[in-house]
């Protein structure tokens, strides 16, 4: 199975283990997933490693 690192609107930035219609361009790069460190179901997209560095 694939995981994709993500980053939440919380800014916590963790791996999901599918990152749903990834292939959709017309809808955006955000996605509800739940962070597991606020526990809530939160808007969330995909972290390149260039963004990962900058925080």
């Given at each position: 199975m694939e995981?994709?690192?993500v980053r939440c609107a919380d800014g916590h930035?963790?791996?999901a283990a599918s990152f749903p219609m990834q292939q959709a361009e017309r809808l955006g790069p955000g996605r509800l997933v739940r962070c597991p460190h606020c526990a809530?179901?939160?808007s969330v997209v995909p972290v390149t490693l260039q963004n990962l560095r900058r925080r």
């Open positions: 995981r994709t690192v930035v963790f791996s809530r179901l939160r």
